[in-house]
Nanobody
């Protein structure tokens, strides 16, 4: 059983930056592909970014490509999401997720989820 705990959310002005963290415990972290998803208010959950088990492969939603960066450190059992040039439409609850052996854009492929952290982009 893997436990995931996100942190780093908050209120930021448009154009600002935030760095989200997701700390994992209870499993062999390097065996899991990791991803970030978000759920804007009143909308369905959507894919944001994913990273492979070793960290060498990453992929992003078109809406965040070039602004967000996903990374991981298997020695620290942590995955991060660096978010730059934030826009009001980035406002959402951000959750990290773990998928045994692979990573994908499909939320249904993920086995474990964190509780989420709120990100609000507003002036």
């Amino acid at each position: 059983q893997v436990q995931l705990v996100e942190s780093g959310g908050g209120l930021v002005q448009p154009g600002g930056s935030l760095r989200l963290s997701c700390a994992a415990s209870g499993g062999t972290f390097r065996h899991y592909g990791m991803a970030w998803f978000r759920q804007p208010p009143g909308l369905e959950r959507e894919f944001v970014a994913a990273v492979s088990r070793g960290g060498s492969n990453t992929f992003y939603a078109d809406s965040v490509q070039g602004r967000f960066t996903i990374s991981r450190d298997n020695a620290e059992n942590t995955v991060w999401l660096q978010m730059n040039s934030l826009k009001p439409e980035d406002t959402a609850v951000y959750s990290c997720a773990a998928n045994l052996w692979s990573s994908s854009r499909n939320a249904g492929d993920y086995d474990y989820w964190g509780q989420g952290t709120q990100v609000t982009v507003s002036s």
